[in-house]
């Protein structure tokens, strides 16, 4: 009994060194399968800090509207601080989590600007690299180019 698992010894007359590198193997080439669907850094995740519940729902809304986004979540009680004009500040801030196409993020940025009540929002985003392929096509059908 080869690392608590005596049925994997088993298999194959008990070569579970080789059994073992058929499926790491295996898993490679799915997931190399999988990411030859998907141009790394396509889509993005953007980050928006909004000073209360209700202006982040108000901008999830909008951004999902217009076809910004796909998907907004919003993340409660965040605690940010920062520098600001000359002073450190403390303030709870409500987090949105914005997944959308990375063509999309200039025009995200855009309306965050026109519907956001600080005098600097926050609008930063990084590429996706990889990730699950359903779920990046589905970010892929519902925000169009």
């Not at 799915?30 to 519940?53: I, K, L, Q, R, W």
């Not at 519907?115 to 519902?142: C, F, M, R």
């Amino acid at each position: 009994m080869r690392f608590g698992l005596p049925h994997v010894e088993a298999l194959q007359g008990g070569s579970y060194r080789a059994w073992l590198l058929l499926l790491r193997s295996a898993g490679r080439r799915a997931f190399s399968m999988a990411s030859e669907t998907y141009a790394s850094g396509a889509h993005s995740a953007a980050f928006v800090t909004c000073p209360n519940d209700t202006v982040a729902k108000d901008l999830a809304r909008g951004i999902v509207q217009q076809k910004l986004a796909a998907c907004v979540n919003i993340v409660p009680a965040v605690t940010s601080v920062y520098e600001w004009q000359g002073a450190i500040q403390e303030d709870s801030e409500v987090l949105l989590m914005i997944k959308t196409r990375s063509s999309k993020v200039a025009a995200l940025a855009d309306y965050v600007r026109q519907n956001h009540p600080y005098e600097v929002a926050e609008v930063i985003s990084l590429p996706i690299e990889q990730g699950n392929p359903p779920y990046l096509k589905w970010i892929a059908d519902t925000v169009p180019e």
